[in-house]
């Protein structure tokens, strides 16, 4: 899913020699720290507790998470009720703003679907990866999620295809690029075994098992991504 994809990509450019920061831009949805091993969280949540004109480096970098690796996070909880908590748009906007300067890259799990503050937030952001599954419920809603980006420099949405079953149950590649009137730009193979170890590790795939397939796409991507920005 989108943060098993966010997080692989930050570990790839931390390899490649970047400064990456990685945040869940979920509040009480964050699954980043569980995915990492990393228990303590909430460091999201306690930044847009503050108002926008107070928000800067000082306070987001208080509240970063730095992973066994390095890697650096800026997390949210996994508990729903913070989810319902409101949150000023304006200074998560400004949070962004705020990572992108403190991060070489910054990377934002913006999970599935489109919301009023997705909306918002993907306009301060220079590239959107936008996940697919190969299928024919997934196709529509994808092709219409792209529509919302249309009027935009063709090049800022890298669409990629997550294969999460097998191979022969899925469309052909044209089928998909023809589905979504949009070149397909990656792939990302089905690894649930690798995917589970290293979640149990508390790493991200690529540092964990980098001869894998999935990280050598995962890797392809990410420099895919630094070129064209």
């Not at 790839?12 to 720290?33: F, K």
């Not at 503050?117 to 301060?124: K, M, S």
């Not at 022969?168 to 589970?196: C, F, K, M, T």
């Not at 795939?205 to 895919?224: D, M, R």
């Amino acid at each position: 899913g989108t943060t098993t994809v966010a997080m692989n990509l930050a570990a790839a450019w931390m390899q490649q020699g970047g400064s990456p920061i990685i945040t869940d831009l979920r509040p009480g949805a964050g699954h980043l720290g569980l995915y990492l091993g990393l228990r303590s969280a909430g460091g999201l949540e306690a930044v847009l507790s503050h108002q926008p004109g107070t928000i800067n480096a000082s306070l987001v970098d208080h509240n970063l998470t730095v992973h066994k690796s390095g890697l650096r996070a800026l997390l949210a909880t996994a508990d729903p009720n913070d989810g319902l908590a409101h949150y000023d748009i304006n200074a998560a906007t400004t949070l962004a703003r705020v990572l992108r300067e403190l991060g070489n890259p910054a990377v934002f799990d913006l999970g599935a679907g489109l919301t009023p503050q997705i909306n918002h937030l993907h306009r301060e952001m220079d590239r959107i990866i936008l996940l697919v599954e190969p299928n024919m419920i997934m196709l529509p809603y994808a092709r219409a999620l792209l529509k919302e980006f249309e009027g935009t420099d063709p090049q800022r949405v890298i669409v990629v295809v997550v294969n999460r079953n097998q191979h022969n149950l899925q469309p052909p590649w044209h089928e998909v690029e023809r589905a979504l009137e949009q070149d397909i730009r990656g792939i990302i193979a089905s690894a649930p075994q690798v995917i589970y170890e290293a979640t149990e590790a508390g790493l991200p795939v690529v540092e964990y098992k980098p001869s894998a397939i999935i990280a050598n796409q995962l890797n392809k991507l990410a420099e895919l991504i630094i070129e064209q920005t």
